[in-house]
């Protein structure tokens, strides 16, 4: 009767190293993607702050104009800044989009960001509207002059079609923001979400 030999340590050594050092990959796949994720929010965090300085010296000088004294602001100035504000507004928007559409920032942070742009869509407040423009006016401008691009098939293009395509889905729904769906439409498909999900890529 045969028997089997046993299978020894040093045969099995070299199947749990090669485990161990996938797990250890995978590890540090995901660390490194949750801090790029952080890092992200941080820079975001920090311009839009930049924007909001902006926006209210914008406002103090719109009231000063209205009340006679605005110093060294004129229409044509403010005119001009408040153009160049909202094209920086909608650029730090479309950056926001694709570094999610990526994987470089959590969905559920993006999700809010979102929802924020829709309510604004919908109910223009004072302390967003400057020289008459809103984010709903501003938006209907940009897509006429940023959509010049005749090459449909390049990337930047496709995404710059999903973000516009995002952007005016929630200005036509002004019932129900529905962010998450209409993020599931413009975003990323179903295979590549589940893919940074296993990374840490919420």
């Not at 959590?106 to 423009?133: D, K, M, N």
């Not at 995404?159 to 129900?176: D, E, P, R, V």
């Amino acid at each position: 009767m045969s028997t089997q030999p046993a299978i020894g340590f040093w045969q099995v050594m070299p199947i749990i190293t090669s485990l161990l050092a996938l797990v250890f990959i995978y590890t540090n796949a995901r660390f490194s993607i949750r801090n790029k994720q952080a890092d992200l929010i941080i820079h975001f965090h920090k311009q839009f702050d930049e924007m909001q300085k902006k926006r209210c010296e914008l406002l103090v000088a719109q009231a000063e104009l209205a009340s006679g004294s605005a110093g060294a602001w004129t229409p044509e100035r403010i005119n001009v800044e408040a153009e160049m504000f909202f094209d920086r507004f909608w650029s730090l928007q479309f950056d926001q989009f694709l570094a999610w559409y990526e994987g470089h920032l959590p969905t559920s942070i993006y999700i809010y960001w979102v929802f924020s742009r829709w309510r604004e869509l919908h109910q223009p407040s004072a302390g967003w509207t400057v020289c008459a423009s809103t984010l709903a006016s501003t938006l209907d401008t940009l897509n006429i002059r940023w959509q010049k691009n005749q090459d449909k098939s390049s990337r930047l293009s496709a995404h710059l079609t999903s973000f516009f395509g995002l952007m005016f889905a929630l200005k036509q729904n002004a019932a129900s923001a529905e962010v998450e769906e209409q993020l599931g439409h413009f975003g990323p498909s179903a295979a590549r979400r589940f893919g940074r999900w296993l990374f840490g890529a919420y």
